[in-house]
């Protein structure tokens, strides 16, 4: 069983930075992402790094403004988040893929989740 534990979100105003972290309880050698959800809104697809390489995909909408990364030897993935906007306010979650190299943005193709941390942009 694997557990994710997200931290690092917050209260910040629009142009600030901040950096979520979340950490595997156990080894990820798969695809790891990002996803959030609005208030009111579906769950979408933020970022995902490869499980081996270092290759990223981002949403058009964070693209060149948030860079996903990890760190295998702690087990970890962030998300760093710049030059923020108020409609990222959202529930950010950690999710762990179920097949490698695929750097997918569909829900269904991760199979362990995080519970999530608030982030929230004042304009």
């Known amino acids: 069983q694997v557990q994710l534990v997200e931290s690092g979100g917050g209260l910040v105003q629009a142009g600030d930075s901040l950096r979520l972290s979340c950490v595997a309880s156990?080894?990820?050698?798969?695809?790891m992402a990002w996803f959030r959800q609005a208030p009111g809104k579906e769950r979408e697809f933020v970022a995902t790094?490869?499980?081996?390489?270092?290759?990223?995909r981002y949403a058009d909408s964070v693209k060149g403004r948030f860079t996903i990364s990890r760190d295998d030897g702690k087990n970890t993935v962030y998300l760093q988040m710049n030059s923020l906007k108020p409609e990222d306010t959202a529930v950010y979650y950690c999710?762990?893929?179920?097949?490698?190299?695929?750097?997918?943005?569909?829900?269904?193709?991760?199979?362990?989740w995080g519970q999530g941390t608030q982030v929230t942009v004042s304009s």
């Open positions: 999710a762990r893929s179920s097949s490698r190299g695929r750097l997918s943005s569909f829900e269904y193709e991760y199979d362990y």
């Open positions: 156990g080894r990820t050698f798969v695809d």
């Open positions: 790094v490869k499980w081996i390489g270092g290759n990223t």
